[in-house]
């Protein structure tokens, strides 16, 4: 599994999807596993949850900074 192509993917389905991204936030394994469709081993899963959680992140500070300066 390429595991940040994989996160590309999820990140934007999670952006895209209000109640995902508020399931993601309080249940980040449950809304994982509800999106793949599998259970995945536990390290599996935290890796693909600390990588979802960082690059939301940085999409957020991203969106920020733009609109501190005007671009989006």
């Known amino acids: 599994m390429d595991i940040k192509a994989k996160i590309e ?3 934007a389905r999670i ?6 991204r ?3 936030q309080s249940e980040p394994v ?7 469709g599998v259970d995945l081993p536990d ?3 935290k ?3 600390d990588g979802i959680k960082a690059k939301l992140a940085v999409d957020d500070i991203g969106s ?7 671009k989006k």
């Open 9 to 11: 993917e999820l990140v």
């Open 15 to 20: 952006k895209s999807d209000d109640a995902l």
């Open 22 to 24: 508020k399931q993601f």
């Open 30 to 36: 449950k809304a994982l596993e509800s999106l793949l």
């Open 43 to 45: 390290d599996q899963i």
């Open 47 to 49: 890796q693909l949850v």
């Open 64 to 70: 920020v900074l733009g609109g501190l300066f005007g």
